[in-house]
């Protein structure tokens, strides 16, 4: 079956943490990837090429425009002016990450940043069982799309520390019939959840 994915999304400016997510989806599905992480140019052709070895060389070439006007299209015209001089969509796309990304140092302070307040995360008093994670997988997101391993069971993890007292009772008979450390996030709210169900019912 033929796949035509939908045109690619456009950055404005806002949310480039998104958007280069889909993006690269978006070059994947399309096999133009591979010229965005290696500027390289495909290996001459050698003597007396089949017509086949001449189209293959041609479509592994045209890659690299292909990617550049995926790029060019994705972002709006006051980003474009920012790129319109790049000479590979590699170069692009570096541009753009270290202008919305910044650069490593400055990466590494932002994951500094997130990493602390994470750590400082505590639910509210107000906050139900479902509105708490929210902040959590938010800062979690973050922290992984600035390029750090960051695993669920270690945001599962904190999300227990977080919780009040009141949900130690269901927190300790979770901890005699599962293996905390490989239960889903999802798995751990929908349990807590119900629990919170049938306290607010009675």
């Known amino acids: 079956m033929s796949f035509t994915p939908p045109p690619p999304p456009v950055f404005t400016g806002e949310n480039y943490h998104i958007w280069i997510v889909k993006l690269k989806t978006y070059l994947q599905a399309y096999d133009l990837w591979s010229v965005i992480e290696n500027e390289a140019e495909p290996p001459p052709l050698r003597a007396n090429p089949t017509i086949f070895k001449i189209r293959q060389h041609t479509e592994e070439r045209a ?3 292909k990617a550049m006007t995926c790029l060019q299209n994705g972002v709006s015209d006051v980003i474009f002016t920012r790129i319109m001089a790049c000479d590979s969509p590699k170069q692009a796309w570096e541009k753009l990450k270290e202008e919305f990304m910044g650069t490593d140092k400055t990466r590494q302070q932002q994951v500094i940043n997130l990493r602390k307040d994470f ?18 997988v938010a800062i979690f997101n973050s922290i992984r799309l600035l390029g750090v391993d960051f695993t669920e069971s270690r945001v599962v993890e904190k999300f227990i520390t977080t919780l009040p007292e009141k949900f130690e009772s269901k927190i300790s008979s979770l901890e005699d019939s599962r293996d905390l450390s490989a239960i889903s996030l999802s798995e751990l709210i929908n349990s807590l959840y119900a629990l919170e169900q049938r306290r607010a019912n009675r």
């Not at 995360?121 to 902040?135: A, F, N, V």
């Open 119 to 136: 750590e400082n995360l505590r639910m509210k008093e107000s906050e139900t069982i479902k509105q708490c994670p929210d902040r959590i």
């Open 63 to 65: 890659k690299k425009h």
